[in-house]
């Protein structure tokens, strides 16, 4: 089966397509990587413009749903043409998270913008979306939802890998062999980088282009205590957490009564602290090596800082076991639509916090109505990706 997996991230910046084949071969799900396509948001669909901590109108839900979903559109069928050449079988819609309702450590709701009619309008393929829900209302964080995948791709890996995502929230999935998985968002990755910058430089810039910002300052240790002094990161696991926190009034918060420091100070801190935060939470699941995706991984100040924080724990792409880092969750909900569709659930109770595993999102029928296949008679345990395309 050919899926596409479509998928934007708490940077708010873009729309990532990866499509896959995808076929169940005993206990093992083979991914064969057909390639990744990318679409920066247009300029007047910002979705990080008018999300919380600003003011929001029901009318800004309604154009954001509809206009994100069209966004969506038009990529899928790019990516329909030029990565399956009009033959996709299903398209998997993350969609874009625009709020998580998370209090006291319990997860009430969560909300996904995108309307999926305009996906399968414009590709006539049937789409999965609206995954995170389920998790949720079976009691669970909705997040990190790629851990299911995770863990059956790093199933057999010696030690104790750890999958790691720096997108503007980062998460890990610690696969140890031997006991129940782990996962959970372990804090800000480039939320409070591009919120820095953005800040700093009055809007002029979005983001650290080449982490060059934050090699140009020095780390502020009292305002790198203070933001560490944050309670969620002591919080047990599993917790999720996302741009409700850590957005710019956040750093402005733990500036107050340092005095003035250089913007590149500030933005080196931040940088500073993802690479604290996530070393933090490798350690403490007794992690033996670091396997990294996500747009973080582009930025070689946060990488240098997160290998020196790690110490003599190993770290690496995750290009390096097949997965392009750039197009990682794409493929990751690719694999979750797959599941899905198959009648699987999508779900590892022991990482969402969840009661029981769950079939996640919601199918709005292609052109051609709903053709489902059979129920799949096994759940892989094993992700093996094969040579690309």
């Known amino acids: 089966m050919r899926v596409i997996g479509l998928m934007s991230g708490t940077s708010h910046d873009a729309v990532d397509a990866a499509a896959a084949e995808l076929a169940l071969d005993g206990d093992c799900l083979v991914l064969t990587p057909l390639g990744m396509v990318s679409a920066a948001y247009p300029d007047e669909l910002r979705p990080g413009d008018v999300l919380p901590p600003a ?41 874009q998270t625009v709020y998580h309702w998370a209090e006291n450590g319990h997860v009430h709701g969560t909300l996904q913008l995108g309307a999926a009619a305009w996906i399968a309008e414009a590709t006539g393929c049937p789409v999965v979306s609206g995954l995170r829900t389920r998790d949720v209302a079976a009691g669970g964080q909705g997040a990190p939802l790629v851990s299911l995948v995770d863990v059956m791709w790093l199933r057999g890996r010696p030690g104790v890998p ?52 934050a090699a140009r ?51 080196a801190t931040v940088t500073r602290l993802t690479a604290t935060t996530v070393a933090d939470a490798v ?3 007794g992690g033996s090596e670091v396997i990294a995706s996500g747009g973080g991984t582009r930025n070689p100040t946060l990488m240098a800082m997160l290998r020196t924080a790690l110490g003599g724990i190993p770290l690496r792409h995750s290009d390096d076991l097949g997965l392009p880092s750039a197009a990682k969750e794409a493929y990751a909900f690719a694999v979750l639509g797959f599941l899905t569709a198959h009648g699987l659930a999508g779900t590892v109770p022991a990482c969402t916090g969840a009661r029981h595993p ?8 292609g052109r051609h109505g709903l053709r489902l296949p059979q129920p799949a008679a096994v759940a892989p345990v094993r992700l093996r990706v094969a040579p690309g395309a």
Request: charged residues 20%; contains cysteine; glycine residues 10%.
């Open 217 to 267: 300052g020095t780390v502020d240790q009292d305002l790198l205590r203070r933001l560490l002094a944050e309670p969620y990161y002591a919080a047990p696991p599993p917790k999720t957490t996302g741009k409700e926190l850590f957005h710019y009034d956040h750093v402005r918060t733990a500036l107050t009564g340092l005095g003035p420091l250089p913007p590149e100070d500030v933005i």
């Open 283 to 285: 350690r403490s699941a």
């Open 55 to 95: 003011a929001i109108t029901m009318r800004d839900v309604c154009v954001l749903d509809t206009r994100i979903g069209q966004a969506f559109a038009s990529l899928a069928v790019r990516a329909d043409r030029e990565l399956c050449h009009g033959r996709t079988d299903l398209i998997t819609s993350h969609g």
């Open 162 to 213: 750890v999958a790691l995502n720096l997108g503007g929230i980062a998460n890990i999935t610690v696969a140890a062999g031997d006991r129940d998985p782990v996962a959970y968002d372990t804090g800000p990755a480039n939320a409070l980088i591009d919120a820095a910058v953005h800040e700093l430089t009055r809007g002029g810039l979005r983001y650290d282009e080449d982490g060059a910002l």
């Open 358 to 365: 769950s079939i996640l999102g919601s199918i709005t029928p």
